[in-house]
């Protein structure tokens, strides 16, 4: 076995990620590989509606224009780049680069992977019958964009045809960091481990520096929130690897910031599904190794499906949000009254026009912990008052948004902070998923505008997966004392849809069984019973001694049709880590961990 080892480093997470962090990679990294994340549904259906206005766009500008001082760089130290920021016009945003090279007097040679866009078999596929694979709902009349995720292997087909760029449009977040690794490992479409261990190496990475130190439990022990490093795998040719990231930087990388950047946004941990391999991280370790350098081992493939994910976006209704400002005595009553009046003076006007009422409407008083719900403790005179509210007709949103003003002089004392002015009415852009055919779905791959052979392995392979071990849940007993979660454990939480994910880690081994044992699906469902209106799924992964939740149905529609204040539960692992959990009390002596009630 080969010992070398190649570095990849991470320089984008969305869309709006600074463009510093190119520069950084570059010049500190040592890196082989720069590679980028750009895309989500809600950036799909905006890049497809610029595209509608003006051929030439539908990509990430960001890319070309951040790219383009380092490309002297870049092609001297021969690192290539690798970036889904194509979008809807993966040639569009080739033909930007290119012009800027051709301009900087740089040869490059450009791959691009195509296929993923189905927007053109709108009406094909709904002749087929297809339905929302969550909720069941049938195909929508009006599609805004709809694409593929793609895996890893156009991206090596690409590289293996001699490209020093390759961009792509929607893919697996994780499979620009997988293709390099099949390229320079010449790894198979049945290495199943190391599949599974490239594609975790390219989801510690893909969400840049939320994997070294960002939104961590722990954010007191983070240095240099103002210069954070960017994340950089180290792949050895068997899949293990080394998380760090770039040197005399900010940040942290150790067990607990790597393990909740692993947690977040999976479903089940024995079974997360992409495109090039099902994936069981359960049995992952976390080991930390040197300073901000944590090895990673044990990920296991258990084949692939026989599908792509499809994620199509669709216009459904209108939108409108507003904030307001309370300084007053009696805030938090004052804010809900507000929203009351707004609400019931426009379902007034709504009768006298025959429009109908709302299909929806959320109000929260941010400031009285309304994300809590019945848990809320908190006392406050300053709040702010967010009321969304959703229509079928755009003349009914019309009607809300102006409604929103005039209760300065109608209602209550103290209302302030109408710095946005009148909210802005929006589409309500709904996501509507479902699986297609990985045969059926013309995966293509140019280089320097030439087709290059790129074999996508279509068939179905399922291995038996290893029996699931089985995890102590212990109780505390009768000297047990309680203590805060966040005491005992990390924790980290994303969106997938309508379903939130909360991922927790114990800091020690020894605290899981209680954690485990407090905290069962039951529980976790009546906590946040005020925003889960589905069932609860709990997940064990033994390897780094944590818990995976499923909450369905908890983000009021899904990210990009919610109207809360928190539409992709980004706050829901921090709320959890509020609970209390009943541990021996010599197990908190010798651990030091302080009762909740003397806190």
Request: hydrophobic fraction near 45%; charged fraction near 25%; proline fraction near 6%.
């Amino acid at each position: 076995m080969s010992d070398r080892k190649l570095r990849i480093g991470c320089a984008s997470g969305f869309w709006g990620d600074t463009p510093e962090a190119i520069g950084q990679l570059v010049t500190k990294g040592d890196i082989d590989y720069l590679v980028f994340d750009y895309l989500a549904e809600v950036t799909m259906s905006l890049m497809a509606r610029a595209r509608a206005k003006a051929p030439e766009a539908g990509f990430a500008p960001d890319f070309v224009k951040a790219l383009t001082p380092w490309l002297a760089e870049i092609k001297r130290k021969g690192i290539k780049v690798v970036a889904n920021a194509g979008g809807v016009n993966p040639r569009g945003c080739r033909d930007a680069l290119a012009k800027a090279a051709e301009a900087a007097g740089i040869d490059l040679s450009i791959g691009v992977v195509l296929g993923d866009d189905l927007l053109d078999r709108a009406d094909e596929i709904r002749a087929r019958g297809v339905t929302e694979m969550f909720s069941g709902a049938p195909f929508p009349d009006d599609i805004w964009s709809m694409n593929a995720y793609l895996g890893a292997r156009p991206i090596a087909a690409a590289l293996d045809a001699g490209a020093e760029i390759v961009i792509t449009g929607r893919c697996a977040d994780s499979a620009v960091a997988l293709g390099p690794l099949m390229h320079e490992f010449g790894w198979t479409d049945e290495d199943w481990d190391k599949l599974s261990q490239g594609s975790l190496a390219g989801h510690l990475i893909e969400c840049g520096p939320q994997g070294t130190g960002g939104n961590f439990t722990d954010w007191q022990d983070v240095p240099g929130w103002d210069d954070m490093g960017m994340p950089i795998v180290e792949v050895s040719a068997d899949g293990s690897f080394v998380m760090t990231k770039t040197p005399d930087t900010g940040g942290l990388v150790s067990p607990g910031s790597a393990g909740e950047q692993m947690l977040y946004e999976i479903g089940d941990p024995r079974a997360y599904l992409l495109p090039d391999v099902i994936c069981d991280w359960s049995g992952v370790t976390l080991d930390q190794v040197g300073p901000d350098r944590v090895l990673v081992k044990g990920g296991k493939g258990l084949g692939r499906t026989g599908s792509y994910k499809v994620s199509a976006t669709h216009a459904d209704g209108w939108r409108a949000i507003s904030t307001l400002t309370l300084a007053a005595i009696d805030a938090p009553a004052k804010a809900e009254r507000v929203a009351e009046a707004i609400l019931t003076r426009c379902r007034r006007l709504f009768r006298e026009r025959n429009l109908g009422d709302f299909r929806q409407v959320s109000v929260e008083v941010l400031g009285a912990e309304a994300a809590y719900g019945p848990n809320a403790r908190a006392q406050t005179r300053e709040v702010v008052l967010k009321i969304g509210a959703m229509h079928d007709d755009r003349r009914a949103m019309n009607i809300f948004a102006g409604e929103i003003a005039p209760m300065a002089i109608s209602t209550a004392q103290g209302l302030t902070g109408f710095f946005a002015g009148r909210p802005k009415v929006q589409p309500v852009v709904r996501l509507f998923s479902f699986l297609q055919d990985k045969a059926a779905t013309p995966v293509a791959v140019e280089v320097d505008g030439k087709e290059v052979p790129a074999r996508i392995a279509t068939g179905a392979v399922r291995l038996d997966p290893p029996p699931a071990p089985a995890l102590e849940a212990r109780e505390a007993g009768a000297d047990a004392v309680r203590v805060r979660l966040v005491d005992l454990a990390w924790g980290r939480s994303g969106d997938k849809g309508d379903i939130a994910n909360i991922g927790i880690l114990a800091r020690k081994p020894e605290y899981l069984p209680y954690i485990r044992s407090a905290l069962t699906e039951d529980v976790v469902k009546a906590y946040f019973a005020h925003l889960c209106k589905g069932p609860v799924e709990r997940f064990d992964l033994p390897g780094s001694h944590a818990l995976n939740f499923l909450l369905h149905e908890s983000l009021g529609g899904g990210g990009i049709a919610s109207l809360r204040i928190d539409p992709q539960g980004k706050g829901f692992a921090q709320m959890l880590l509020d609970i209390e959990i009943p541990v021996p009390a010599d197990l908190a002596a010798r651990n030091g961990l302080v009762a909740a009630d003397r806190a």
